[in-house]
């Protein structure tokens, strides 16, 4: 059927639109191959990929303290503010009693320790666990950011674009780990970032610097000839939450069941 | 001839993409999109925040004697800005900036070596009501070296 009135078959203009759409999937393909060639996607699996170290932590339970030095020095470096809601990383105390009762503390984080033991006599078993922001390769936050605040840098951290967050907790709500908190000076959303100026600059992370007992260990898990690589190959790891697929790049060593 | 109708929505969809690209212009931060969803500019602002914790390497340079003497004992593994503070300012200007705990306030010792239930067994851990009460630690123990007894 063709429109004599307006010279335009219906055939016709369906032939153009095809050759439109067919051009512009043309251009786009080119635009896309041409990216990639001039500028690696840093998050790609390509050969560019390889060239990146890719941070992780690993954190041994088994030898933890509790003395809260990683929650104090994690605030003087990078002016958390001094509110007990708000920290990039906390120590918690897990008490196993009997009847299978769990109690979980962390007063004030435990940033001035846990002052006060539980009676001895009280519990069957109990441990302290650090936790911090667990740098998801398929992170919540991440996807969940309607602008593009928060991402991964090449290096595999998890940070926050301080000036593009519009503050609208979304995130805070998607973290499965409570790794995130909202800055209440600067209206943005906050996390630990593994101190990306400091591991940048070839210095360690300020928890990992001041942990007397050695609990965390922080490195290039994409080497394999570094030490924390030779400690994930050689023992047996744990992630936390391991059924939500998150990928978490914090590994823990000695990690009890209990710890959610 | 064209037909009015075909005009009038080739001006209007010209007249819409031409907006979405002046406000894309606009709203759209430098750098957006460069390496991925997010302002790579980002990655280069978080970068640049000033370390506080100078690092244990930065300490050993000047203070080579001290490190000897811990890496050997006890407090080995433990590096000099626990007890001492974050140190950066004092390795840029040493005369200027002294590091925040010099000597050690009371009560550093008792943080990690009161005795709590949680800690690790093998862990050295004291009853500080029970243990020699009143004494100061560092009147029998060297932080640097604590198993060594001065007395």
């Known amino acids: 059927m063709s429109d004599k009135r307006t010279g335009c078959?219906?055939?016709?203009?369906?032939?153009?639109?095809?050759g439109a759409g067919g051009l512009l999937t043309l251009w786009r393909g080119l635009a896309d191959s041409e990216g990639s060639s001039a500028s690696p996607k840093a998050n790609g699996k390509g050969p560019e990929a390889a060239r990146h170290v890719q941070y992780g932590m690993l954190?041994?339970?088994?030898r933890c303290i509790g003395c809260g030095h990683c929650v104090q020095a994690c605030k003087m470096e990078n002016d958390v503010p001094h509110e007990p809601t708000t920290f990039r990383t906390w120590v918690e105390r897990y008490v196993l009693k009997a009847r299978h009762t769990v109690v979980v503390d962390s007063p004030n984080g435990g940033i001035d320790g846990f002052p006060g033991s539980v009676p001895a006599a009280d519990m069957l078993r109990s441990f302290f666990v650090p936790k911090l922001c667990n740098h998801c390769e398929r992170a919540p936050c991440v996807q969940v950011c309607p602008v593009g605040a928060t991402f991964a840098t090449p290096e595999g951290a998890v940070v926050v674009d301080r000036e593009y967050c519009v503050g609208c907790r979304y995130c805070i709500q998607a973290c499965p780990y409570g790794g995130r908190y909202f800055h209440p000076e600067y209206h943005v959303a906050d996390k630990c970032t593994f101190c990306y100026h400091r591991v940048t600059r070839g210095l360690r992370p300020a928890c990992v610097e001041v942990c007397p007992r050695k609990v965390r260990i922080f490195g290039d898990i994409a080497d394999a000839g570094s030490p924390i690589s030779r400690l994930l190959h050689r023992h047996p790891i744990q992630v936390l939450k391991p059924t939500l697929n998150t990928e978490p790049r914090v590994y823990y060593l000695n990690l009890d069941k209990e710890v959610r | 001839m064209v037909p009015k109708q075909v005009v009038a929505i080739v001006v209007l969809a010209v007249l819409i993409i031409t907006t979405f690209f002046v406000a894309r212009f606009f709203l759209v931060p430098d750098s957006f999109g460069?390496?991925?969803?997010?302002?790579?500019?980002?990655i280069t602002a978080i970068a640049a925040q000033e370390p506080r914790y100078a690092g244990e390497e930065a300490c050993s340079g000047c203070h080579p004697g001290i490190d000897e003497l811990k890496i050997r004992a006890a407090h080995g593994p433990v590096r000099c800005e626990v007890c001492h503070g974050q140190a950066r300012d004092h390795t840029l200007d040493p005369a200027r900036h002294r590091p925040p705990h010099r000597?050690?306030?009371?009560?550093?010792?008792?943080?990690?070596?009161?005795?709590?239930?949680?800690?690790?067994?093998d862990?050295?851990?004291?009853?500080?009501?029970?243990?020699?009460?009143?004494?100061?630690?560092?009147?029998?123990?060297d932080p640097h070296e604590p198993e060594v007894e001065r007395i």
């Open chain 1, 9 to 18: 078959s219906r055939r016709g203009f369906l032939r153009g639109l095809a």
């Open chain 1, 59 to 62: 954190i041994d339970l088994a």
């Open chain 2, 34 to 42: 460069l390496t991925g969803h997010f302002r790579a500019n980002a």
């Open chain 2, 103 to 121: 000597t050690i306030p009371p009560g550093t010792c008792l943080r990690c070596h009161e005795h709590n239930a949680t800690r690790p067994e």
């Open chain 2, 123 to 141: 862990f050295a851990q004291i009853d500080s009501r029970e243990h020699r009460p009143g004494i100061a630690c560092l009147a029998c123990h």
